[in-house]
């Protein structure tokens, strides 16, 4: 099994920046990908981005070219990096991993307000 651990959330004003980090832990060599999911209240949970073990992204049409994710290996973190927030990217972003298609772990999610 793989522990994940976010961070970096909080509130910021429309326009601003946050990166998020997820700490993994555990059988890391097993992640074959890992990524981001965010829940607005109210609505369903929706994938933001995802990166493979070879470093391939894929990003949500709704961040793209505002949100960059990546990976440091060294220190088993993900990133996500936040640009020109808007207020609909108000949600609890959660991190996930893969590591086969029937096993996949999740963090315990942190938020992220965005103030107009």
């Known amino acids: 099994q793989v522990q994940l651990v976010e961070s970096g959330g909080g509130l910021v004003q429309a326009g601003g920046s946050l990166r998020l980090s997820c700490a993994a832990s555990?059988?890391?060599?097993?992640?074959?990908?890992m990524g981001w999911y965010r829940q607005a209240p109210g609505k369903q949970r929706e994938w933001v981005a995802s990166i493979a073990s070879g470093g391939s992204t894929n990003y949500a049409d709704s961040v793209k070219g505002r949100f960059t994710i990546s990976r440091d290996n060294s220190k088993n973190t993900m990133y996500l990096q936040m640009n020109s927030l808007k207020p609909e990217d108000t949600a609890v972003y959660y991190c996930?991993?893969?590591?086969?298609?029937?096993?996949?772990?999740w963090g315990q999610g942190t938020q992220v307000t965005v103030s107009s």
């Open positions: 555990g059988s890391i060599f097993s992640i074959n990908v």
């Open positions: 996930y991993d893969v590591r086969t298609p029937l096993a996949r772990d």
